[in-house]
């Protein structure tokens, strides 16, 4: 079976292709520091993905708070009301490790509620981790394994 290509623009400015051959994983043009498990080359993906289009965020839950790199991205959602109304919302995202989200030193969950503040310039943009179609969890998970959250948010304010 053959997988998708993925392209990956690093930080130097050089372009190298994640190109599976087969699934017999054998992979070209790709240093992963000899581990070529599907999971591993995708967390490195991410991770790269993250040094290079990044954002500093600071995330608070209460009194606690920790500073993370973080990609953003966006996510739409519909709901339809009973009577067949659509309404679409889009989710402002910020994908982190699962393994670099913790306070005081715990690993934690994302949970509706908790903030996380960007520096975008001279504003600082409060967003509030939720989701708008009102379902159970704030968050989804990025690569294989679980390795990364994707974090709903909505714009709480600016200042």
Known sequence: MALALLKLSLA??????????I???????FDVG???SFQNIIG????TVAKVAG???TYTRGANWTTLQATPGLTNFQLVDTSGVVS?????????????LSLNGARITPQRG?????????LTNVYEVSRPDGGE???GFSGIGHTHFRIHTKLKSTT
């Open 34 to 36: 000899g581990d070529m």
């Open 137 to 139: 969890q704030p968050y």
């Open 114 to 122: 908790d903030t996380i503040t960007v520096q975008a310039g001279p």
């Open 44 to 47: 490195t993906a991410l991770n």
């Open 55 to 57: 954002e500093t965020i």
């Open 12 to 21: 130097n400015n050089k372009v190298k292709e994640l190109q599976p051959a």
């Open 23 to 29: 699934a017999s994983k054998r992979w070209q043009a």
């Open 88 to 100: 679409e919302f889009r989710s402002r995202d910020y994908i982190v490790p699962t393994c670099k």
